[in-house]
């Protein structure tokens, strides 16, 4: 196995997606950010290494899950892939969430007006923001890049929306106290919950996919 001491965060997500398990556990950015080797960043988190080392080794060698190489797949199989799992059901949850997410807010925002009203708040830009984004890969950059003509400054602006999303869910993350569920909560308050935490899970593993893999393989179409 390569040294993962020394191997950036992106790197290893990309050559062992298991590994983006311990990421989300520790909340290690693996999808806008991930430049930095895993030593780095766990001593900048105050991580300890070689737990973290452990944790990832433990999930690669479960047989569990998710372990496609995505990078070693024809790239139409790989957009096939994010469109499939992750475009496809994205909107239809981003509308269940805001139906609980107002709820909620009109419900209980009086106990914590200031943590609703930024939920609510940066739910709906997290929805604004992803249905045009979405339909600009669908329309305009998958396309460009199945007949392997993307310029840099498609990609580029696409990587600017990960990032703004990828900003706007540490906020929502940071809003819910990294979704803590109070014992208080009502059903809607603990499915809004698990609704965001697990839409920030899903986009981290998507916007790894595109940053790290799909796009590196277009601005080198013939890598
Ligand atoms: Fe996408
Ligand atoms: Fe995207």
């Not at 920030?200 to 996919?209: N, P």
Request: charge should be negative; include cysteine.
């Amino acid at each position: 196995m390569t040294n993962l001491a020394t191997t950036t965060v992106a790197e290893i997500a990309t050559q062992h997606p298991l590994s983006t398990r311990v990421f989300a556990r520790h909340s290690v950015d693996f999808c806008c950010g991930g430049h930095e080797p895993l030593a780095e960043t766990c001593r900048a988190k105050g991580l300890d290494l070689d737990r973290v080392i452990q944790e990832i080794e433990a999930e690669i060698n479960s047989s569990q899950g998710d372990q496609a190489r995505w990078d070693l797949v024809p790239i139409t199989e790989l957009i096939e892939h994010i469109v499939d799992t992750y475009h496809s059901p994205l909107l239809e949850e981003l509308a269940g969430i805001e139906t609980m997410a107002r709820k909620v807010h009109r419900v209980h925002g009086d106990k914590d007006q200031v943590m609703f009203d930024g939920i609510l708040k940066t739910f709906l830009a997290v929805r604004a923001d992803i249905e045009p984004h979405l339909k600009t890969e669908e329309e305009t950059l998958f396309p460009m890049i199945l007949e392997g003509k993307t310029p840099d400054e498609v990609l580029d602006s696409i990587e600017d929306d990960h990032k703004k999303l990828g900003q706007l869910l540490a906020t929502m993350r940071s809003l819910t106290k990294d979704f803590f569920v109070p014992a208080e909560a009502c059903n809607t308050w603990r499915a809004l919950l698990v609704g965001l935490k697990t839409l920030e899970a899903d986009l981290h593993r998507h916007i790894h996919l595109e940053n790290h893999i799909l796009h590196p393989r277009a601005r080198q179409p013939c890598a």
